[in-house]
């Protein structure tokens, strides 16, 4: 099956892909990137995401998959949350950190709470459905590590004791935001052999 993924950004591209190759599908989808044009400009994530579903699938007459992500940090009253993207003004992820660093107050871990929160939406012309996925971290007042993209390398996720640039694609897949609200979203749909235990 194929299936329009409206998004710019290659990194999620990236990800996205990964994560359907470790869900238990019952066919095989086929990711199609198509970068929609839209602004992100709505007061929700899941507008944003929806606007760009209905984008995708205007423009191509395919089912299109869309989500929109942010970090959420409890102590900044849910900043950078929808300007996670433009919060320092330059778009660039190195001046975001910084940005957020230079706001939190304090070095305690209460202080340092975060979530990544994605919502991910799926259109086809019938159906709109939609998921959120959440993973809950701590933010490191230094960046750590080389892979991920975006706030990762200031996002620990305590289990691990490891930022989500220390560890490889595979193993932030398992426990994602990302991973999780495309996760719902494919049970939603049915396209998910059920009963198997997931990596
Ligand atoms: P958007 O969903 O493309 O609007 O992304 C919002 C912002 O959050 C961008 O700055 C991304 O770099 C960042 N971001 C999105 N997803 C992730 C993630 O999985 N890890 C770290 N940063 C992310």
């Given amino acids: ?16 892909e990964a994560i359907l190759s470790i869900l238990p599908l019952r066919e095989p989808v086929e990711i199609l990137p198509v970068r929609p044009e839209g602004e992100e400009s709505h007061p929700t994530f899941l507008e944003n995401a929806l606007e760009k579903a209905r984008e995708g699938f205007r423009k191509t ?18 900043a950078p949350g929808l300007f996670s993207a433009r919060f320092s003004g330059t778009g660039r992820s190195e001046s975001n950190i910084q940005k957020l660093l230079s706001l939190l107050p304090g070095t305690s871990w209460d ?46 996720y305590a289990p691990l004791g490891r930022t989500f640039a220390e560890i490889p694609l595979a193993w932030k897949n398992r426990w994602s935001h990302r991973r999780r609200a ?5 049970q939603q749909l049915g396209w998910l052999h059920e009963g198997r235990d997931l990596p």
Wanted: with cysteine.
């Fill in 1 to 16: 099956m194929r299936l329009v993924l409206a998004t710019g950004n290659p990194h999620k591209v990236q990800e996205i």
């Fill in 61 to 78: 007459g395919f089912p299109t998959l869309a989500e929109d992500t942010g970090l959420v940090v409890d102590i900044l009253d849910g």
């Fill in 111 to 156: 202080l340092r709470r975060a979530h990544f929160v994605c919502y991910a939406v799926y259109v086809d012309g019938e159906r709109e459905l939609w998921a959120r996925g959440v993973v809950h971290g701590y933010l490191l007042s230094e960046p750590r590590g080389t892979q991920g993209f975006g706030y990762d390398p200031i996002f620990l």
């Fill in 182 to 186: 495309i996760e719902h979203l494919f």
